[in-house]
Nanobody, 116 residues
Framework: QAELEESGGGLVQPGGSLRLSCTAP????????MGWYRQAPGKQRELVAT???????NYADSVKGRFTISGDSAKNTVWLQMNSLKPEGTAVYYC??????????WGQGTQVTVSS
């Protein structure tokens, strides 16, 4: 029932990089904001980064300077470039989309594991 499709997760060593992608293939609505959240086992889901239609971005303090979010409003697509990954970045990463008309949408999540 996930309305968003994420890809790009996997296993990387500390200091490595991953690029996550998220699309909303079935929607015809423009997005208001798109972003990424993450949740580690036994911990609360937390915001990672968001971007709006004007390209304004917002980052969690824990990822500033290492992660970059970008988006394409026409394609309802968002990317998350993750550099200098740390073991504490291990989590399931979820894509979230808000629109001007429809309710919020979530992806099913993609696993990111940072380990040597």
């Amino acid at each position: 029932q996930a309305e968003l499709e994420e890809s790009g997760g996997g296993l990387v060593q500390p200091g490595g990089s991953l690029r996550l992608s998220c699309t909303a293939p079935r929607t015809t609505f423009r997005f208001k904001t798109m972003g990424w959240y993450r949740q580690a086992p036994g911990k609360q889901r937390e915001l990672v980064a968001t971007i709006n239609r004007d390209g304004v971005t917002n980052y969690a303090d824990s990822v500033k300077g290492r992660f970059t979010i970008s988006g394409d409003s026409a394609k309802n697509t968002v990317w998350l470039q993750m550099n200098s990954l740390k073991p504490e970045g291990t989590a399931v990463y979820y894509c979230k989309r808000t629109s001007f008309i429809a309710s919020d949408s979530w992806g099913q999540g993609t696993q990111v594991t940072v380990s040597s």
